[in-house]
């Protein structure tokens, strides 16, 4: 395994996200002039030619290590942030990675066109803290079952009445039988930094955020 | 870690014990502080852990509830264990020290609670805070002097090069009026503005607050405020800040005190002046303070105060992550008696740190046992006769420690 490089007093680490999120994360930097690579492989962390450190990372855990400041800044689905609550500053909304966050329930059960919902209401989800507080606000008593993976199975089988994720196209909906009972909230990329390593690195950090946020989305 | 025999008994979450080197380093870094308050002739008062809760939450506002530990004792009288001092110390001052002479320069280095949900390293259920009130002074000469106060106590404990950012609780409220919001909406803003939650912010469509929220400087950031703040009393925060940023600049705090119109602090009873300091590498403040002219009335008491405090836990990881403190102190002891009530007496007396050992020891059993201490002399009282040994050269040796000290105590 290779050693983390020594971050640089005036550099500044990036937390970049891999998986969806990556590609657009990657053009919108070098956009900002960081040389991010194409293919990062099995990389944990790189050190580009200019001073600056990048950590690549599971989207989740993004806001950790900016909050802990392992990261200066990050970048991060708002998903992320609403289930995480980490002590972290919005600064930009980078208009990549729009999707979703919705209830969804069986088309044959009718609950998207007012059938009366279930007494015992189960539903399944990989996001437990967005679910959470959505049926609190409605006074709904649910049974959360937390999953990680595969939600959309769970309604087909019995498991759940309804189901709270991500929705990108719909197609995984479709292709279940899977309807939109409600949406919960709209969801894209977001530039984060730390509270106070923005205040320590106010020069570095602000020209990086005119730079992402002055790229047209 | 196996421990055999352990019955797995827990501690609560968000709080910690300390064993005695780590107690030792809390310790010192609490006198450091001290040392401080006294030079700025802080005289240091106690209250108690447990307040009413209608106390707190008086000081406080109630949605600052969901942060208390707060329980009814067996007459249904509601109590709650404090989550900070500032109050605490307005209810005593306001009550049986009305009639004290003003200013008050009163100091506290105590534990507080907290309820968090999801208790963390900086966010412990258990904390200390050491910090202190200047009550029934008004304007900028009470502020400076808790900043200034600030920046010493961190150079105290070794944190030289800590950062402190200045702010005024009037002028976001300038800035809101100024921007045509007010209300929920002014209300909403203003959280945003604290969180700095810009993407939150640019939905009202004010370009202003987003400019604002970002602006931090020095003299600079100042002048570009003044074309956006329309009260008089945002104003006159700006000229303060002004007044104060000279006066750090004549201290040779040039670089360490910035402003940063967004530093709003957690506690709504902040109405004036607010400073936080922190270092660049830890990702939370150290310390933090300000004006808060309305909270002492609110216990029927009409004089102005400010204040400010300091996590010494926050300190502590500070210290540790740039590698200071990390060396174990070890507990001095002069002298290992055996065998004698009298000679321990008299060694204490004479004012040596005395440890006891067992009097059927051999020489080679205590001579072992004061080097594993560090202990220079042996002296040996049995049957009457009293002999000395010294003790060889492997002195101040300590057994080589197989874990780490935190994990177990030895």
């Known amino acids: 395994m290779s050693k983390p490089p020594e971050p640089q007093a005036d550099g500044l680490t990036i937390a970049v996200p891999k998986g969806a999120l990556f590609r657009d994360a990657a053009e919108r930097l070098r956009a900002a002039g960081i040389d991010v690579p194409d293919d990062v492989g099995r990389k944990l962390t790189v050190r580009t030619p200019d001073g600056t450190t990048l950590l690549f990372l599971r989207p989740t855990d993004v806001p950790a290590y900016v909050e802990f400041g392992s990261a200066d800044c990050g970048i991060v689905g708002k998903d992320v942030l609403w289930e995480t609550d980490r002590n972290v500053a919005e600064l930009a909304d980078l208009g990549f990675g729009y999707c979703r966050l919705v209830v969804a329930g069986r088309r044959i059960d009718r609950y998207h066109e007012g059938a009366p919902l279930p007494t015992f209401l189960r539903v399944a989800t990989k996001f437990t803290r967005s679910a959470e507080s959505f049926f609190a606000e409605r006074d709904l008593p649910v049974e959360l079952i937390p999953l990680h993976g595969s939600v959309e199975l769970s309604p087909l089988v019995g498991l759940a009445d309804l189901i709270v994720d991500l929705v990108a196209t719909g197609t995984t909906l479709r292709e279940h039988d899977l309807v939109v009972v409600e949406e919960i909230a709209e969801s894209t990329a977001r530039f984060v930094v730390n509270p106070v390593r923005f205040r320590a690195k106010y020069d570095a950090l602000t020209v990086l955020l005119d730079r992402l946020a002055s790229v047209p989305a | ?410």
């Open chain 2, 1 to 410: 870690m196996r421990r055999d025999g352990a019955i797995p008994v827990r501690l609560p979450a968000g709080v910690r014990d300390w064993l005695p080197h780590e107690l030792a380093r809390k310790r010192e870094i609490e006198q450091q502080m001290r040392a401080v308050f006294g030079r700025w002739a802080y005289e240091e008062l106690q209250t108690p852990i447990i307040e009413r809760l209608d106390v707190l939450e008086r000081g406080l506002g109630e949605e600052t509830t969901e942060l208390l530990f707060h329980f009814n004792d067996r007459r249904s009288t509601a109590l709650a264990l404090r989550p900070e001092m500032t109050t605490p110390v307005a209810r005593l001052v306001s009550t049986r020290m009305r009639e004290a002479p003003l200013p008050l320069r009163l100091a506290y280095v105590a534990p507080v609670f907290r309820y968090y949900e999801q208790p963390q390293e900086g966010r412990m259920r258990e904390l200390t805070q050491a910090g202190v009130e200047l009550i029934g002074a008004a304007g900028i000469d009470a502020d400076a002097e808790t900043l200034f106060m600030a920046i010493e106590g961190l150079d105290e404990i070794g944190l030289r090069d800590a950062q402190f950012d200045i702010n005024d609780a009037r002028i976001v409220d300038g800035i809101l009026e100024g921007a045509g919001l007010d209300g929920d909406a002014a209300r909403e803003a203003k959280e945003l503005i604290k969180i700095r939650n810009l993407v939150g912010l640019r939905k009202f469509d004010r370009p202003v607050l987003v400019e604002f929220a970002q602006r931090r400087g020095r003299h600079d950031a100042i002048e570009s405020a003044r074309a956006i703040c329309r009260t008089p009393e945002s104003r006159a925060a700006l000229d303060e800040l002004h007044v104060m940023l000279d006066r750090a600049d004549s201290l040779g705090y040039k670089n360490r005190v910035s402003v940063d119109f967004a530093l709003l602090r957690d506690l709504d009873y902040y109405t004036g002046f607010l400073f936080e300091g922190y270092v660049g590498e830890i990702g939370f403040s150290l310390c933090g303070g300000g004006r808060y002219d309305s909270l002492l009335p609110r216990f029927g008491f009409d004089v102005p105060a400010v204040g400010w405090t300091a996590g010494v836990e926050r300190l502590l990881i500070a210290l540790e992550r740039r590698g200071k403190h990390a060396r174990r102190r070890r507990h001095r002891i002069d002298v290992l008696v055996a065998g004698s009530d009298v000679v321990a007496a008299r060694e204490r007396s004479a004012g040596n740190v005395v440890r006891y050992a067992g009097s059927r020891l051999s020489d080679e059993a205590l001579l072992e046992e004061a080097r594993a201490y560090g202990i220079p002399r042996v002296v040996i009282a049995v049957n009457g006769t009293v002999r000395e040994l010294r003790v060889g050269p492997r002195v101040g040796d300590l057994p080589v420690p197989r874990t780490p000290s935190n994990w177990d105590a030895r």
